[in-house]
């Protein structure tokens, strides 16, 4: 399918040259059988007459004697019909966190002196990419953003407008709320009707195991999902030094005054005991668990990921 035409629009932004440049090179074929509308790339559950073969079944009056299959009645001199796997598009749905955690954005660069993008930023583009990706694929792409709730729900299509329509919606979402993460993937789980991918942008600021029993109620509904953890070097790494105060996010109330040298072997082991959580959950439902510093560049991200996948 042709790229999307996208106007210059603000909304563009979310998606620079570099990063189509990038998507020109990449394709996602999913890894289990979906059920979609119209042709595509993808396996389907239903059995028509495409390229790959999945098993013969006996001839019946009406058949297409072009699909008979002469080897197998020269050894068993009964007429069988080849049936193939039919190829299907896809319904995609992007979810992308909007709480007040995901403003985050770390300390510049020590050699370049820039800043690199909060994690809100980093999650805006990246789904950006993902649908841009998609709608080129004739896959039909649609878009949540959330908070403690459910902000915005773009139901999926693939027509090319699709794209724009994704783009200014992103562009329009402000990040700004407390974080409910697990409650409302199960809230989002229950309103797709139809099995497909679930991509996720989030630093999952919640229980950890309340987020992998959401993450299974989209396995239960059939999905695919595909986690990008999105995290800060700060937050990874926690390099602060000096006594100095730390504000909440998604609290503007709560400001805590801590000697970071204090707890800093505290935090990193908490730190990567939550990150090892939501990882071998993953792993064992098959989701695709993608840790993200937003230090590293989108289109590095994207070709670490697909080259991987």
């Known amino acids: 399918m042709a790229a999307p035409t996208l106007e210059k629009l603000p909304s563009m932004e979310l998606l620079p040259q570099e990063i189509i440049t990038t998507l020109g090179r990449l394709e ?17 559950p239903h059995k028509g007459f495409s ?5 013969h079944r006996q001839y019946v009056a009406g058949d297409d004697l072009r699909d008979l299959d002469w080897r197998a009645y020269g050894k068993s001199d009964r007429y069988y019909i080849k049936q193939y796997i039919e190829e299907t598009n896809m319904r995609v749905t992007l979810l992308v966190d909007a709480s007040g955690s995901m403003k985050y954005t770390g300390e510049n ?21 993902f649908a841009y990706l998609f709608v080129r694929q004739g896959d039909a792409v649609g878009l949540v953003t959330f908070d403690d709730k459910i902000k915005k729900y773009l139901r999926a299509a693939s027509k090319p407008s699709q794209v ?15 974080t409910e993460a697990a409650t409302t993937f199960h809230e989002i789980a229950e309103r797709i009707s139809s099995r497909g991918l679930v991509v996720i942008f989030s630093d999952l600021f919640d229980d950890p195991e309340k987020i992998i029993e959401a993450l299974h109620h989209f396995r239960f509904k059939n999905h695919e999902i595909l986690v990008f953890h999105i995290m800060s070097e ?9 006594f100095e105060t730390f504000k909440c996010l998604e609290n503007d109330n709560l400001n805590l005054q801590i000697d970071p ?21 993953c792993g064992k439902m098959e989701a695709d668990y993608i840790p993200v510093n937003t230090r590293k ?11 991987s996948r």
């Open 261 to 281: 040298q204090s707890i800093r072997a505290q935090y990193l082991e908490k730190i990567q005991e939550f990150l090892k959580t939501i990882e071998v959950g």
């Open 297 to 307: 560049s989108i289109s590095d991200t994207l070709l670490t990921y697909f080259t």
């Open 109 to 129: 660069d020590d050699k370049t002196g820039d800043a690199p993008l909060s994690k809100f930023e980093y999650a805006r583009q990246l789904a950006a990419a």
């Open 234 to 242: 700060e937050e990874l790494t926690f390099p602060f030094k000096k």
């Open 164 to 178: 724009r329509m994704i783009l200014d919606e992103l562009h329009s979402t402000e990040a700004g709320s407390d």
């Open 28 to 44: 996602f074929l999913s890894r289990t059988r979906k059920i979609g509308s119209v042709s595509g790339r993808h396996s389907s």
């Open 51 to 55: 390229v790959e073969f999945a098993e």
